[in-house]
């Protein structure tokens, strides 16, 4: 069974930094795109950061110059350092890959998803 694993939410005051970590397990072939979303009460999920298995990041606008995706692939994990928090920061952060396994076409898989919350 393949599945994500985040941690590294929790609670920060405006200004502070966290790092959320997302582990990939099971029967992978490859991952090629790891991205991390958010939801905010009230609001769509979003985009906040994406990387593909050659490197290649982009970001949404808000978080550009704050917040860093990066990725090993050797442990099938990637990491967003999350610096200068706000206030607007505040949701629920999930994990998405898009895995490829054994006698299956690539899908997306999600983790479990793990709060942010920004004090101010």
């Known amino acids: 069974q393949v599945q994500l694993v985040e941690s590294g939410g929790g609670l920060v005051q405006a200004g502070g930094s966290l790092r959320l970590s997302c582990a990939a397990s099971g029967s992978i072939f490859s991952i090629s795109a790891m991205a991390w979303y958010r939801h905010a009460p009230g609001k769509q999920r979003e985009l906040v950061a994406r990387?593909?298995?050659?490197?290649?990041?982009n970001y949404v606008d808000s978080v550009k110059g704050r917040f860093t995706i990066s990725r090993n692939n050797a442990k099938n994990t990637t990491y967003l350092q999350m610096n200068s928090l706000k206030p607007e920061d505040i949701a629920v952060y999930y994990c998405n890959a898009a895995v490829r396994v054994p006698d299956r076409d690539e899908y997306d898989i999600w983790g479990q998803g793990t709060q942010v919350t920004v004090s101010s």
């Open positions: 990387i593909t298995s050659g490197g290649y990041t």
